[in-house]
């Protein structure tokens, strides 16, 4: 269905006309900014506009926070109507379930709008709009999930892109707090039934990449609720490896999902939380302890009870530390006894090794 044009108020024209080139991220095509230097009066549409920034953000994902105020900035003097509204989250989602890997783009877009646009007429916000668009696909999910190949893969984009909007699209509450759409994660458990009940590799194949996107989240928010949903799809996914016709490759990546859910989606949490070992709260503490003597040869360590006083003794009677410098300088000016008492030969393995080195050094050298 045909889409209205919309009209850029005339304040939006003024600033349009006066700052065209500062108005367009860089990146973007230069038709619109030359015919408003040019003093043409050709201005661009809504959908020229949207259109245009979403082919940027495709191009060049990187340009999204840098970019993103001002795009919201334009909308909000340029999205005034209840058409306009509706027009700019078709844009949206079309691009985001026709578009390649443009989903998770997409979905960032959705809940950075959601929050900026100040428009909100009767017939929703940004946000409700949105929803009310994904419902429309969502209740057609048993016939496209039976239906030929092209119906499957349309199905599939919007499947993908409801899971990146699951995640991604923020719900703010009365006390502040961030939530999730919780619409949203009925809707991912009813599209997995509609997969796994037409088993077609295809269908299996979106169901592995909607778990591997949103397993751990989903699992996550079912265990707070009571809910055993997640066992629940293991199982039918045991049922499809055992009993359908799918292909010896979808059978083991289902196995692999498997798999990875039984990891805890291969997240690793720490198995306590760190406290500072102390003699306590650790029975090991005194293990590695070193042992030492009293003059009278008795050993004792750190964990007898008058440590302190023994080894305060000990200090007194031996010199353990000698007279060096903080450089490591030897004051006394008499060799290390120990180290004059150790033997200079090398042990025989050793030295051989040592030889082997120095000759292949040598040829290297050579070389």
Same mark, same amino acid.
């Given at each position: 269905? *045909?889409?209205?044009?919309?009209?850029?108020?005339?304040?939006?024209?003024? /600033?349009?006309?006066?700052?065209?080139?500062?108005?367009?991220?860089?990146?973007?095509?230069?038709?619109?900014?030359?015919?408003? =230097?040019?003093?043409?009066?050709?201005?661009?549409?809504?959908?020229?506009?949207? +259109?245009?920034?979403?082919?940027?953000?495709?191009?060049?994902?990187?340009?999204?926070?840098?970019?993103?105020?001002?795009?919201?900035?334009? $909308?909000?003097?340029?999205?005034?109507?209840?058409?306009?509204?509706?027009? $700019?989250?078709?844009?949206?989602?079309?691009?985001?379930?026709?578009?390649?890997?443009?989903?998770?783009?997409?979905?960032?877009?959705?809940?950075?709008?959601?929050?900026?646009?100040?428009?909100?007429?009767?017939?929703?916000?940004?946000?409700?709009?949105?929803?009310?668009?994904?419902?429309?696909?969502?209740?057609? %999910?048993? +016939?496209?999930? /039976?239906?030929? =190949?092209?119906?499957? #893969?349309?199905?599939?984009?919007?499947?993908?892109?409801?899971?990146?909007?699951?995640?991604?699209?923020?719900?703010?509450?009365?006390?502040?707090?961030?939530?999730?759409? &919780?619409?949203?994660?009925?809707?991912?458990?009813?599209? $997995?039934?509609?997969?796994?009940?037409?088993?077609?590799?295809?269908?299996?194949?979106?169901?592995? #990449?909607?778990?591997?996107?949103?397993?751990?989240?989903?699992?996550?928010?079912? %265990? =707070?609720?009571?809910?055993?949903?997640?066992?629940?799809?293991?199982?039918?996914?045991?049922?499809?490896? $055992?009993? *359908?016709?799918?292909?010896?490759?979808? %059978? +083991?990546?289902?196995?692999?999902?498997?798999?990875?859910?039984?990891?805890?989606?291969?997240?690793?949490?720490?198995?306590?939380?760190?406290?500072?070992?102390?003699?306590?709260?650790?029975?090991?503490?005194?293990?590695?302890?070193?042992?030492?003597?009293?003059?009278?040869?008795?050993?004792?360590?750190?964990? &007898?009870?008058?440590?302190? =006083? #023994?080894?305060?003794?000990?200090?007194?009677?031996?010199?353990?530390?000698?007279?060096?410098?903080?450089?490591?300088?030897?004051?006394?000016?008499?060799?290390?006894?120990?180290?004059? &008492?150790?033997?200079?030969?090398?042990?025989?393995?050793?030295?051989?090794?040592?030889? #082997?080195?120095?000759?292949?050094?040598?040829?290297?050298?050579? +070389?």
């Amino acid at each position: 269905m *045909a889409k209205p044009q919309v009209v850029v108020a005339p304040v939006l024209m003024s /600033k349009l006309s006066a700052n065209a080139p500062e108005f367009y991220p860089s990146g973007y095509s230069s038709n619109y900014t030359e015919s408003y =230097e040019d003093g043409c009066e050709d201005y661009p549409t809504l959908s020229e506009y949207v +259109q245009d920034f979403l082919n940027h953000l495709t191009e060049q994902p990187g340009s999204f926070e840098t970019e993103i105020e001002q795009f919201a900035e334009t $909308l909000n003097g340029w999205v005034t109507t209840d058409d306009a509204l509706q027009e $700019l989250v078709e844009l949206i989602y079309q691009q985001a379930t026709s578009i390649p890997n443009f989903s998770y783009m997409g979905a960032r877009l959705c809940n950075y709008l959601s929050h900026h646009l100040t428009i909100s007429p009767q017939s929703g916000n940004f946000r409700q709009l949105l929803l009310q668009r994904c419902r429309t696909e969502y209740e057609v %999910k048993d +016939q496209a999930a /039976k239906g030929d =190949e092209v119906t499957r #893969k349309r199905f599939h984009a919007f499947v993908l892109f409801l899971g990146e909007l699951y995640l991604n699209l923020e719900i703010k509450g009365t006390n502040g707090q961030v939530t999730r759409a &919780d619409i949203l994660q009925v809707g991912l458990r009813e599209l $997995l039934n509609a997969l796994f009940s037409n088993p077609m590799d295809d269908n299996l194949i979106c169901a592995v #990449k909607l778990l591997k996107l949103t397993g751990s989240v989903l699992e996550d928010a079912w %265990k =707070e609720k009571g809910k055993t949903d997640m066992e629940e799809i293991i199982q039918r996914i045991e049922n499809v490896v $055992l009993d *359908a016709n799918c292909s010896r490759d979808v %059978k +083991q990546m289902l196995l692999k999902l498997v798999e990875l859910r039984s990891s805890n989606w291969g997240r690793v949490h720490a198995t306590s939380t760190y406290r500072e070992a102390t003699p306590e709260n650790d029975p090991n503490y005194f293990m590695n302890e070193p042992t030492f003597y009293t003059s009278d040869g008795v050993p004792f360590t750190a964990a &007898d009870p008058d440590y302190q =006083e #023994k080894y305060q003794e000990l200090l007194e009677r031996e010199d353990f530390f000698p007279d060096y410098e903080e450089n490591g300088t030897d004051l006394s000016g008499a060799g290390d006894p120990y180290l004059d &008492d150790i033997d200079d030969e090398m042990d025989p393995e050793i030295e051989e090794a040592y030889e #082997k080195f120095c000759l292949e050094s040598e040829r290297k050298r050579k +070389q």
